[in-house]
């Protein structure tokens, strides 16, 4: 029996690493939300890996740290471990990886959201979304409850029809143990939402107290903390170590002797899975000539005896998966706590979706997270903010934040998704951005920061930080450029040391810090006015010193860039009508309805022949309004 339940601006239906962006996000902006979760207990749950960031990754958990999002803060509070990846490379790869305390991670975000103004969290399932004239009016849940709302966002990751399948075992489930949703599919459906089905894997997990580290080797943290939070600050920390072992030929042999009795070959997997992060078995087969492939054993957490075995997900049965397991050096006696499994779920198609995450055909529905299409809480925590600030934007009557793929990681995520689609699960890499060089993670909060203050999202406390250290980076860069040193002794001596050419001339500090073997935090050997700067300010400003070629460079392809993105296209355009199209262009056109020339160009299947031909029209159409 349905009953009216109560009136929100915003639903969330989804507590997991989108929705509790989303639901913050829009609570934040002074909107009335609810959120729920099929169980109060997985709020924030890291289903898999018990990490975020890594390449690329960090760079998205910095950038909605910048725009006000919490993941960014959380992890810096749940930390055991962290590294910063690629450090031999440039700048533009370099990435913190962090791992986090998985159970501390959750308390902390369910207390978060408990705190937080504007919102409430409900224990419900959601079966229905109620829909008037293509516009969303409210949910059911499957007690019954109406709740009135004007904007639902859809966060439910794996949930949606979830099927766990462990070797020749398969049932309706969700992850960990929690029951999946089996209702919301066939009411999305019924609103004209085409739905995919996806898969993706976890390792097992095993008991810390069984495994002999003497076979593996340490992998200790970083001993320099960075935060993945701009608002973290100095960050002191006892850090648990991972180890590293690897899988053999016996490993090997094992699992192809049992392949028979993998569902991903006896076809009782159907859903796609991640192509990024491959099953164990899936990497021997596909991969026959490796010898060994490597295993990172990673503590769950400090109160926990959990390990997760990386590298390892699996769908094999039990009994195969054990022999694997003991195959491995290290792992011999090993007691395995929880199964590996895969779950299949619905997902929808992202190309139904605009650039703001909202439904093309139903107003005020929103999309975020696994349920596009992507793997990874860092994707859905990017999304989920997005989708979150949009919905508020809308029912303030306000136009929707669009990031485009020269402004953040962000960016390049959404419009992959909408513009191109996916049919596995999306993972963000660096090199599906154009312009890493300007999206690094060190200058997320210069590049994003100001946006997410005029949407309302940024505290002013936040906002104020940003400033000075804005302030401090151009002020410190400027005295570089004013500030000349010339040839003596104390400068002889620092440039001699450092392998670095005598200079003739007086030169600028500037001008020497372009010197690769020259190092800003060497600098105060010859310059008394150094002034103390954090490490995060100094290490910013030798990157822009040192790159600014580079950075420039890339600075004018963006703007080209830019140029064909302000190119907008009107979204009642008749592609059928446009003489010169190819047949494929005009389906696809119609089909995404791109927003700009730019997000035309990026759909396949349009070729720059189309593109010209759209060129002219639009000028053409153009030039008819003028007149
Ligand atoms: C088995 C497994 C393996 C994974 N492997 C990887 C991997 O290898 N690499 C990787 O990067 N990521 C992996 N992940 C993915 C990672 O967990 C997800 O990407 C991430 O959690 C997605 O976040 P989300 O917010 O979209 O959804 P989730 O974190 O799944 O949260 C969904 C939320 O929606 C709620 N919900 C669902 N349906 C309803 C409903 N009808 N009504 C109310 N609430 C509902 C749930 O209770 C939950 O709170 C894996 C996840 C699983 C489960």
């Given at each position: 029996m349905?009953?009216?339940?109560?009136?929100?601006?915003?639903?969330?239906?989804?507590?997991?690493?989108?929705g509790?962006?989303?639901?913050?996000?829009?609570?934040?902006?002074g909107l009335?939300?609810?959120?729920?979760a099929m169980?109060?207990?997985?709020?924030?749950?890291?289903?898999?890996?018990?990490?975020?960031?890594?390449?690329?990754?960090?760079?998205?958990?910095?950038?909605?740290?910048?725009l006000?999002g919490?993941?960014?803060?959380n992890?810096?509070?749940?930390?055991?471990q962290?590294?910063m990846l690629?450090t031999?490379k440039?700048?533009a790869v370099?990435?913190?990886r962090?791992?986090?305390?998985?159970?501390?991670?959750?308390?902390?975000?369910?207390?978060?959201?408990?705190i937080?103004?504007n919102?409430q969290?409900?224990q419900?399932?959601?079966?229905?979304i109620?829909?008037e004239?293509?516009r969303?009016t409210?949910?059911?849940?499957n007690l019954g409850?109406?709740?009135k709302c004007?904007?639902?966002?859809?966060a439910t990751?794996?949930?949606m029809?979830?099927?766990?399948?462990?070797g020749?075992?398969?049932y309706?489930g969700?992850?960990n143990?929690l029951?999946?949703?089996?209702?919301?599919?066939?009411?999305?459906?019924?609103?004209?939402?085409?739905?995919?089905?996806?898969k993706?894997?976890?390792?097992?997990?095993?008991?810390?107290?069984t495994?002999d580290?003497?076979?593996?080797t340490?992998?200790p943290?970083?001993?320099?903390?960075?935060t993945?939070?701009?608002?973290?600050?100095?960050?002191?920390?006892d850090?648990?170590p991972?180890?590293?072992?690897y899988?053999?030929?016996n490993?090997?042999?094992i699992?192809?002797?049992?392949i028979?009795r993998?569902p991903?070959y006896?076809g009782?997997?159907?859903g796609?899975?991640?192509?990024?992060?491959?099953?164990?078995?899936?990497?021997?087969?596909n991969?026959?000539?490796?010898?060994?492939?490597?295993i990172?054993?990673?503590?769950?957490?400090?109160e926990?005896?959990e390990?997760?075995v990386?590298?390892?997900?699996s769908s094999l049965?039990?009994?195969?998966?054990?022999?694997v397991?003991?195959?491995?050096?290290?792992?011999?006696?090993?007691?395995m706590?929880r199964?590996?499994y895969?779950?299949e779920y619905?997902?929808?198609?992202?190309?139904q979706?605009q650039?703001?995450?909202e439904?093309?055909?139903?107003e005020g529905?929103?999309?975020?997270?696994?349920?596009?299409?992507t793997?990874g809480?860092?994707?859905?925590?990017a999304?989920?903010i997005?989708?979150?600030?949009?919905?508020?934007?809308?029912l303030?009557g306000?136009?929707?934040?669009i990031?485009?793929?020269?402004e953040?990681?962000?960016?390049?995520?959404?419009?992959?998704?909408?513009t191109?689609?996916?049919?596995?699960?999306?993972r963000?890499m660096?090199?599906?951005a154009?312009?890493?060089?300007?999206?690094?993670?060190?200058?997320?909060?210069l590049?994003?920061?100001?946006?997410?203050?005029?949407?309302?999202?940024?505290?002013?406390?936040?906002?104020q930080?940003?400033?000075?250290?804005?302030?401090?980076?151009d002020?410190?860069?400027?005295?570089?450029?004013?500030?000349?040193?010339?040839?003596?002794?104390?400068?002889?001596?620092?440039?001699?040391?450092y392998?670095?050419?005598?200079?003739?001339s007086?030169i600028?500090?500037?001008?020497?810090l372009r010197?690769?073997?020259?190092?800003?935090f060497t600098?105060?050997?010859?310059?008394?006015?150094?002034p103390q700067?954090?490490?995060?300010?100094?290490?910013e400003?030798?990157i822009?010193?040192k790159?600014?070629?580079?950075?420039r460079?890339q600075?004018?392809?963006?703007?080209?860039?830019?140029?064909?993105?302000?190119?907008?296209?009107?979204?009642?355009?008749?592609?059928s009508?446009?003489?010169?199209l190819?047949?494929?262009?005009?389906?696809?056109?119609k089909e995404?309805?791109?927003t700009?020339?730019g997000?035309?160009?990026?759909?396949s299947?349009?070729s720059?022949?189309?593109?010209s031909?759209?060129?002219?029209?639009?000028?053409?159409?153009?030039?008819?309004?003028?007149?």
């Amino acid at each position: 029996m349905e009953y009216y339940a109560g009136e929100y601006d915003v639903v969330v239906i989804g507590a997991g690493h989108a929705g509790c962006e989303s639901a913050l996000a829009s609570a934040r902006m002074g909107l009335r939300t609810l959120v729920t979760a099929m169980n109060l207990d997985s709020i924030a749950m890291m289903a898999c890996n018990p990490s975020i960031g890594g390449p690329a990754k960090g760079n998205l958990v910095r950038e909605l740290d910048a725009l006000g999002g919490e993941m960014g803060v959380n992890t810096d509070k749940t930390l055991i471990q962290i590294r910063m990846l690629n450090t031999k490379k440039g700048p533009a790869v370099r990435s913190l990886r962090a791992q986090v305390d998985k159970k501390k991670y959750q308390e902390r975000m369910k207390k978060v959201l408990e705190i937080q103004d504007n919102l409430q969290i409900k224990q419900a399932e959601i079966v229905k979304i109620l829909v008037e004239n293509q516009r969303v009016t409210g949910v059911v849940t499957n007690l019954g409850a109406i709740f009135k709302c004007r904007s639902v966002i859809v966060a439910t990751g794996v949930y949606m029809k979830g099927k766990i399948v462990i070797g020749e075992v398969s049932y309706d489930g969700g992850p960990n143990g929690l029951f999946p949703a089996m209702q919301l599919s066939g009411s999305l459906e019924s609103l004209g939402v085409k739905l995919m089905r996806f898969k993706t894997g976890t390792p097992a997990r095993i008991d810390s107290r069984t495994i002999d580290i003497e076979k593996m080797t340490v992998q200790p943290g970083d001993e320099h903390i960075n935060t993945l939070s701009f608002m973290t600050g100095e960050l002191r920390l006892d850090q648990l170590p991972c180890y590293l072992t690897y899988t053999n030929s016996n490993t090997h042999e094992i699992i192809r002797r049992s392949i028979h009795r993998s569902p991903l070959y006896t076809g009782d997997i159907t859903g796609v899975g991640p192509r990024y992060c491959p099953s164990i078995e899936t990497k021997i087969i596909n991969f026959p000539d490796k010898n060994e492939h490597q295993i990172f054993i990673e503590p769950e957490g400090t109160e926990t005896r959990e390990m997760y075995v990386q590298g390892m997900s699996s769908s094999l049965p039990e009994d195969v998966q054990l022999d694997v397991l003991h195959s491995v050096p290290g792992l011999e006696n090993c007691h395995m706590m929880r199964t590996a499994y895969a779950i299949e779920y619905d997902c929808i198609d992202p190309q139904q979706l605009q650039l703001s995450l909202e439904h093309k055909r139903v107003e005020g529905l929103y999309f975020a997270g696994q349920i596009n299409g992507t793997s990874g809480y860092e994707e859905a925590a990017a999304q989920g903010i997005m989708a979150g600030i949009n919905a508020a934007l809308k029912l303030k009557g306000k136009a929707p934040l669009i990031l485009d793929r020269s402004e953040a990681y962000i960016g390049v995520l959404i419009d992959d998704l909408v513009t191109k689609g996916t049919n596995e699960p999306y993972r963000i890499m660096t090199s599906r951005a154009e312009y890493r060089l300007i999206l690094r993670q060190d200058n997320a909060d210069l590049r994003l920061t100001q946006k997410g203050y005029e949407v309302g999202l940024v505290s002013a406390d936040r906002y104020q930080r940003f400033i000075e250290k804005k302030t401090q980076i151009d002020k410190e860069i400027e005295r570089l450029k004013k500030k000349t040193i010339s040839m003596n002794d104390p400068v002889r001596e620092y440039l001699e040391s450092y392998g670095s050419a005598h200079i003739k001339s007086g030169i600028s500090l500037y001008e020497l810090l372009r010197r690769p073997e020259i190092s800003y935090f060497t600098l105060d050997q010859i310059d008394e006015e150094m002034p103390q700067l954090e490490m995060e300010v100094a290490e910013e400003i030798e990157i822009q010193i040192k790159y600014e070629g580079y950075i420039r460079k890339q600075l004018l392809q963006a703007e080209q860039f830019k140029k064909l993105e302000s190119k907008r296209m009107p979204q009642d355009m008749d592609y059928s009508s446009i003489k010169g199209l190819s047949l494929e262009a005009r389906q696809k056109l119609k089909e995404v309805n791109p927003t700009n020339l730019g997000q035309a160009s990026r759909i396949s299947g349009v070729s720059p022949a189309d593109i010209s031909v759209l060129m002219v029209y639009i000028e053409q159409m153009r030039r008819a309004k003028k007149e």
